[in-house]
């Protein structure tokens, strides 16, 4: 009796073992082992190709009666179009490795096809919703997003001592000679928009480039790029080998251009760090995704398999390892990154928490390009910022199917950015100026008003140094008290007496008005 107790005990154990064994290599839908061949197309440089692979015979050797083929390309470009024309004869690869910008034409095209049927929540769960939400179209699922690129900055360590993160700070160093790369076009310098208070889109779809954001990140541009050190170019891949060859302290890049820079650089002294900051907050560059994608010709073996294959390779472990090997920035938001072992790759994920996820669809054709015209016009053709923007703004619109707006009619016309040294410490009150602030802005727009807090060294020493966009305080916030620090021995404060008429005055308290005075002037 022991005898078959202990028999029983055993062939449970191998049972068990041989379920176990199963469930790493079978088709999650039914616990039937993966088995076929699949074709996967791809674009990658030669030592990403090489990590790939890699995890393709991870792959295999969990599952040994699958066979996963690929081919490279060296043209992204002519894998898309040869996609395209392999589909339409129902030929190609089962799944392609592409940038996620394509979902929307390829689709289109009826090149690929959703997947929806062969994931899970917990899959979905590895994603950023907005990520995975460039993959999606009317609710349907076409791809898994495997790494992001978005914009950071670079610096060379060898040039530059003191990396900065500021635009103020940008600025400076350039008039002190650092070399600072910086590519204009709509796609490459968007991220400038945010850090200004812009926004591309608002609830409804449409364009919202004419709110002061834009304009007031356009003038910025074109006040700035007469600094010795500043470089403004259409063409990011001269700037590029530029920074490349050593000759530039910054170079605003994506991450998808790290390892090329590597190939030249010493990775002892490059840095990446985010972008700078503006006045009114962080930088918002776009952010994309590398992403398998799969072929409406494959049959219905080919893509469980390849489905299984491409969630195996945007696990937390694949991942990472695609992380370390060849920098990519994972897509699993799962994925740990420290800071220290992966510095780069810590960075670009930082910045890409503060990116705007591109547009897929078909209309920001549109955008782009006459985006592109913007910058041209702006910072070549000497157009006012304010009216680029505007007429920028309406003709994508119109092209996007939405009627011409009429030319707004704010309150004020001025552009531009203000410093205000606040010294008001309490919380409510700190509060209510921002509320103030912000009802300035709706009647005002294109001023931007940047409080910054007084400091110990008082008032003073604020009005003869610049602050965080190059320039002195405008004003500040003080009481009576710290009136006279601004008068003596230099006359930091402007004499309102000829500039404030009686009128205005009738609107305070005497008293208060009196408190603003000395020898009879205000202040």
């Known amino acids: 009796m022991k005898h078959r107790w202990l028999v029983g005990g055993i062939l449970v154990a191998l049972a068990i073992l041989i379920f176990a064994s199963c469930s790493l290599t079978s088709d999650s839908r039914n616990n039937q082992p993966l088995s076929g061949r699949m074709l996967l197309w791809h674009s990658l440089r030669e030592s990403e190709a090489e990590a790939l692979n890699q995890v393709i015979n991870s792959f295999t050797q969990l599952n040994p009666n699958a066979s996963v083929k690929v081919q490279g390309f060296e043209n992204a470009t ?82 530059v001592e003191n990396p900065v993160n500021t635009f103020d700070g940008l600025l400076q160093q350039a008039n002190a000679g650092i070399t600072v790369l910086l590519p204009i076009n709509f796609i490459d310098a968007f991220w400038g928009i945010q850090a200004f208070g812009g926004q591309l889109f608002n609830d409804e779809g449409q364009l919202i480039l004419d709110q002061g954001g834009f304009a007031n990140w356009l003038a910025w541009l074109r006040e700035t790029r007469n600094a010795p050190g500043m470089i403004q170019d259409t063409f990011r891949d001269a700037l590029r080998q530029r920074f490349m060859a050593g000759n530039g302290g910054y170079y605003v890049g994506y991450a998808s251009e790290l390892n090329d820079i590597l190939t030249t650089l010493d ?114 053709g000497g157009q006012s910022p304010t009216e680029v923007a505007f007429s920028v703004n309406n003709a994508i619109n119109e092209a996007n199917g939405f009627e011409a707006q009429s030319e707004p009619s704010y309150a004020c016309t001025s552009l531009g950015t203000i410093l205000l040294v606040n010294s008001w410490q309490d919380a409510k009150a700190a509060s209510a100026l921002e509320q103030i602030l912000e009802n300035f802005r709706d009647i005002c727009p294109l001023i931007i008003i940047e409080s910054v807090p007084a400091v110990d060294a008082g008032i003073a020493s604020q009005f003869t140094t610049t602050g965080s966009n190059s320039f002195l305080p405008a004003f500040a916030l003080v009481n009576q008290a710290e009136l006279p620090q601004l008068l003596t021995p230099d006359e930091l404060a402007k004499n309102l007496t000829s500039v404030i008429d009686n009128n205005t005055l009738q609107r305070f308290i005497p008293i208060g008005v009196e408190a603003m005075q000395s020898q009879g002037n205000l202040y």
């Open 78 to 159: 002519a894998m898309r179009e040869e996609f395209i024309a392999s589909a339409a004869a129902g030929l190609g690869p089962d799944v392609i490795l592409a940038p996620s910008s394509w979902t929307e034409s390829l689709a289109a095209a009826q090149a690929i096809a959703p997947i929806d049927t062969y994931l899970t929540d917990e899959v979905i769960a590895r994603f950023n919703s907005a990520i995975f939400g460039m993959l999606q179209i009317e609710g349907r699922s076409y791809g898994l997003p495997q790494s992001l690129d978005t914009m950071a900055l670079y610096v060379n360590r060898t040039l």
């Open 267 to 380: 990775p002892a002294t490059l840095s990446v760090m985010p972008l700078p900051t503006g006045p009114v907050g962080p930088a918002g560059p776009f952010v994309s995704s590398q992403a398998f994608l799969f072929s409406t010709v494959s049959s219905n073996k080919q893509r469980l398999l390849a489905t299984e294959f491409a969630k195996f390779v945007t696990n937390v472990e694949q991942s990472a390892r695609m992380m370390r090997m060849v920098r990519h920035i994972p897509a699993n938001i799962q994925v740990r990154i420290n800071p220290r072992l992966n510095p780069t790759v810590a960075a670009f994920t930082g910045q890409a928490r503060n990116a705007v996820p591109i547009p897929t669809r078909p209309v920001f054709a549109a955008v782009v390009r006459l985006g592109n015209e913007a910058y041209i016009r702006a910072l070549e």
